[in-house]
T-cell receptor
Framework: AQSVTQLGSHVSVSEGALVLLRCNYSSSVPPYLFWYVQYPNQGLQLLLKYTTGATLVKGINGFEAEFKKSETSFHLTKPSAHMSDAAEYFCAVSNFSGGYNKLIFGAGTRLAVHP | DAGVTQSPTHLIKTRGQQVTLRCSPKSGHDTVSWYQQALGQGPQFIFQYYEEEERQRGNFPDRFSGHQFPNYSSELNVNALLLGDSALYLC????????????????FGPGTRLLVL
């Protein structure tokens, strides 16, 4: 069975500081990995995804993530935080069970950015 | 190009009642998945519809049922509502024609927030 663990339910950074949100996965098959962002009272927006190929994936709004198979990790980073980055971030893995695609999400990390 | 839309945005029901939530997929998408997001948690997969059939189901009771129409829109029905059904219900759409199944990106709607009193 596949699973996702997000370390740290709350992360707080200063504006301009590095953002690092941690995600570890468990999968018996090559995983496809996703990061989604959820702003207050909104649905989920895709930030980036890893399927195959280059392990460093660039997404929207200056975010990127690196797939590290040896560490079973897919951490999300951004060099310089903006106030507008304050939101909830979800890491997800794609489940192939039965040949059909469904997403398994972590519990989420709430990012706060302070001046 | 309209994204995924859901209606209503908010809903208040009492225990034992039934509710129907609606979803219109992104243009060109033929697959609809439903997720339940309880407060403070990540979304949990309920089921997925393709070609008007439920083809995969998560760990949810039979009180949760759905339907997909020929235009690919979908409904989620919940019978005999419980307090624990209070959550944000998210619809996501995708397309099987864009590549391998697992590579499909699921695009999410804004959700319907259900409160059961």
């Amino acid at each position: 069975a596949q699973s996702v663990t997000q370390l740290g339910s709350h992360v707080s950074v200063s504006e301009g500081a590095l953002v690092l949100l941690r995600c570890n996965y468990s999968s018996s098959v090559p995983p496809y990995l996703f990061w989604y962002v959820q702003y207050p009272n909104q649905g989920l927006q895709l930030l980036l995804k890893y399927t195959t190929g280059a392990t460093l994936v660039k997404g929207i709004n200056g975010f990127e993530a690196e797939f590290k198979k040896s560490e079973t990790s897919f951490h999300l980073t951004k060099p310089s935080a903006h106030m507008s980055d304050a939101a909830e971030y979800f890491c997800a893995v794609s489940n192939f069970s039965g040949g059909y695609n469904k997403l398994i999400f972590g519990a989420g990390t709430r990012l706060a950015v302070h001046p | 190009d309209a994204g995924v839309t859901q209606s209503p945005t908010h809903l208040i029901k009492t225990r034992g009642q039934q509710v129907t939530l609606r979803c219109s997929p992104k243009s060109g998408h033929d697959t609809v998945s439903w997720y339940q997001q309880a407060l403070g948690q990540g979304p949990q997969f309920i089921f997925q519809y393709y070609e008007e059939e439920e083809r995969q189901r998560g760990n949810f009771p039979d009180r949760f049922s759905g339907h997909q129409f020929p235009n690919y829109s979908s409904e989620l029905n919940v019978n005999a509502l419980l307090l624990g059904d209070s959550a944000l219900y998210l619809c996501a759409s995708s397309s099987e024609t864009s590549g391998t199944i697992a590579q499909e990106t699921q695009y999410f709607g804004p959700g319907t927030r259900l409160l059961v009193l």
